[in-house]
Nanobody, 121 residues
Framework: QVRFVESGGGMAQPGGSLRLSCAAS????????IGWFRQVPGKERELVAA????????FIEESVKGRFTVSRATAENTVYLNMNSLRPEDTATYFC??????????????WGQGTQVTVSS
């Protein structure tokens, strides 16, 4: 089973940028889509971006559209989340996960430990 390791989080000031990495290991990555999620204590985990593995097509949620982009590096089995114009409300633990073709958001699996993003002045 594939497993993911998130990295790249840290502290940023409002308006700043961070690039998060989601590295896959354990087996070759053969899922249809890799998603980036974030979660704040006391709130449900929300999908913020996703990318299809084969085609590299990206999907950005409305709440971060225009500020975040997602991409993948197939040879490195890594998916990136580029975060620009960061806002304090972007503060969260960010996770990545995968699902196969025909699966729903409930079927995302192989969650990593997450990487913390803190946006504060």
């Amino acid at each position: 089973q594939v497993r993911f390791v998130e990295s790249g989080g840290g502290m940023a000031q409002p308006g700043g940028s961070l690039r998060l990495s989601c590295a896959a290991s354990g087996r070759p990555l053969s899922y249809y889509v890799i998603g980036w999620f974030r979660q704040v204590p006391g709130k449900e985990r929300e999908l913020v971006a996703a990318v299809t593995w084969s085609e590299g097509r990206s999907f950005i949620e409305e709440s971060v559209k225009g500020r975040f982009t997602v991409s993948r590096a197939t040879a490195e089995n890594t998916v990136y989340l580029n975060m620009n114009s960061l806002r304090p409300e972007d503060t969260a633990t960010y996770f990545c996960a995968a699902k196969g073709r025909g699966q729903t958001r409930d079927d995302y699996c192989c969650w990593g430990q997450g990487t913390q993003v803190t946006v504060s002045s």
